[in-house]
């Protein structure tokens, strides 16, 4: 078995590298995808048929949880009962949103197994609370504040989080800035390299959301750089739409553009023969 989900693969998927010919050329994954235990219309198995029809060999079953949420060994269940009868690899994960400044997070005491957290910024952070993105915009046209420092808590409490919780994905990174009116090129790089710089320290990933269309390769790069694994995703809520990318491909390959030296030297995640 390969090791995927590295920006490394996509590379050499798209573009071709000695490695290349080591691997089958479906090697494909969608990393985010919601099946009926939360608000997807799919159930695992649909999504898992779904899945296979579109060649994927890796799928991330993440579903949205609240501190409250108790189906979670369940979940976990149907998932290792799922892997019994599919030779695609499952990751049973969760999706989170940021409660706070501090990157508290709103989850269940006991993950039960649970191999990922995604931490998300549904919410920005506001004094010992979060609010929604509209808020933010009216605070913004009052005057009250600005999008610019909404996004630097929200970022703050990102890394904060995944000091918290090392090993995370950081879940379609960015789209709140979009919510509150800011393009994605005007958050300053130097937020975003301490952001990856913890991403890196905590072996925490990054995903690249084909549904919210973001980060792009501006964002991407400083994680790309510190070796930050990326992960594929569509953040699908109908098994229709697994595994279909448009915008992903293009960042991969705006990203190598970018990119000196060679992206897929730098990754310590290089997929190689386990
Ligand atoms: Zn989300
Ligand atoms: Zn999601």
Redesign the pocket.
Known sequence: MYRCGTLVHAFERRFGSARTLQCSSGMYEDMHVHSTFSDGKGSLEENIEAAKAQGLIRLGCVDHVRRDTDWLPSFVAAIEEAQRGTEIELVSAV?TKILNANGDLDLPVDLGGIQRIYI?D?QIPLGNDCVPPSMIRRMVMEGRETALRAVHRTLIATGRALEAHPGSVI??FLSIANKIRIAEEDVPLEWIEDLAEITAQTGSAIELSERWRCPGARTLKPFVARGVQVFWST?SHRPDRIGKYEFVPEVISELRSMSTPPLHSSPPSIPSPA
């Open positions: 999706e998300a549904h879940a379609h953040d």
